[in-house]
């Protein structure tokens, strides 16, 4: 059994406007870093609108589509743009995540990984923002709920940006259980440990601004896995967000690869221990492309590892 990988070449149609962080290029670092690797590969199937459905309401779908440029780019806020092939490409991901876990639940793989875009974790109910257009791992959550008969599903967000979307999305929802590390303040300006959910279900940790592995470490052992050890999951979904890396760009925590192999490994032991090994882990942010290549690499190296 080895990890399998989702990903489509229809990513490359959601296109933003010269200089946006979020570029075609992205999948195409994580591709050549993940070239050599044994993987189960698979292209991601086309979500429905009835997977979006999970979390969001036809509106929405209604809207972004109605919303599609021609040709060029429609904006719907200051950072987060349509294109023409912009809603094929994220109803990829969202296929893409469903497949992961229909697959990892069948015992088809043990773990997967999701390598799509647009990123998800963003997206509210109502509202793409953040670079985002629906919640792709939150509707994976919901999608092995409802149509898995699962009572216990955790998230880990470990995105250097608060999980904002997925946090609003699964504010009511009891059985998911969502924890987001993320750097404090930062966009999108939520993520207080204060903010708990509806059930208590929602754990918020904030990192300072040039704080680095040492203390994410620290945090996750002391605060994140007893907690997710409690509460036994039946399947651990990921918000694979690599812009905590010293390199990228838009953010300033200063973690290395070495660190996110480090949570990635901590993850898949708790996995072992608790549901089997069960993982599926989704691409979220990431913005420059050799500190994303390497570390997507660190990552799923011990995804794979976590099978031996």
């Known amino acids: 059994m080895t990890t399998a990988y989702f990903t489509h070449p229809d990513c490359d149609l959601h296109e933003n406007p010269p200089g946006h962080p979020e570029q075609v290029a992205r999948l195409q670092a994580v591709n050549r870093a993940l070239a050599g690797m044994d993987l189960l590969r698979i292209e991601a199937p086309l979500g429905t609108e009835a997977d979006i ?5 036809q509106r929405h779908i209604d809207r972004l589509r109605a919303a599609l440029p021609a040709q060029g780019w429609a904006g719907i806020d200051g950072d987060t743009c349509l294109a023409p092939g912009s809603v094929q490409a994220a109803l990829r991901g969202v296929g893409g995540a469903c497949a992961a876990v229909d697959l990892v639940l069948s015992g088809g793989a043990r773990n997967a990984f999701v390598a799509t875009r647009p990123p998800g974790h963003h997206a509210e109910t109502e509202t793409a923002m953040g670079f985002c257009l629906f919640g792709t791992v939150a509707i994976a959550a919901k999608h092995a709920l409802e149509r898995h008969g699962l009572s216990r599903v955790a998230i880990v967000d470990f995105d250097v940006h608060h999980g904002n979307g997925t946090q609003e999305l699964l504010w009511g929802e009891s059985r998911i259980r969502f924890v987001s590390s993320h750097q404090m303040p ?3 300006g939520s993520g207080a440990p204060s903010e708990r959910g509806a059930q208590g279900q929602i754990s918020n940790i904030p990192l300072s601004g040039g704080s680095g592995g040492a203390e994410m470490r620290a945090a996750y052992d002391g605060l994140v896995f ?3 050890a409690d509460y036994a999951p039946e399947l651990i ?9 010293a390199a990228d760009p838009l ?10 192999a480090w949570l990635t490994r901590r993850i898949c ?13 989704c691409l979220e942010g990431g913005y420059d492309l050799d500190a994303l290549g390497a570390s997507v690499a660190a990552h799923v190296t011990e995804l794979i590892k976590s099978l031996n």
């Not at 953010?251 to 996110?260: M, V």
């Not at 032991?269 to 882990?281: I, T």
């Open 53 to 57: 459905r999970l979390c969001h309401p």
């Open 186 to 188: 930062l966009y999108p």
């Open 226 to 228: 007893p907690a997710l």
């Open 237 to 245: 979904l990921i918000s694979a967000g690599f812009d905590a890396h």
């Open 251 to 260: 953010a300033g925590l200063n973690w290395r690869e070495a660190d996110f």
């Open 269 to 281: 032991d708790l996995a072992r221990d608790q549901c089997g090994g069960r993982v599926v882990s």
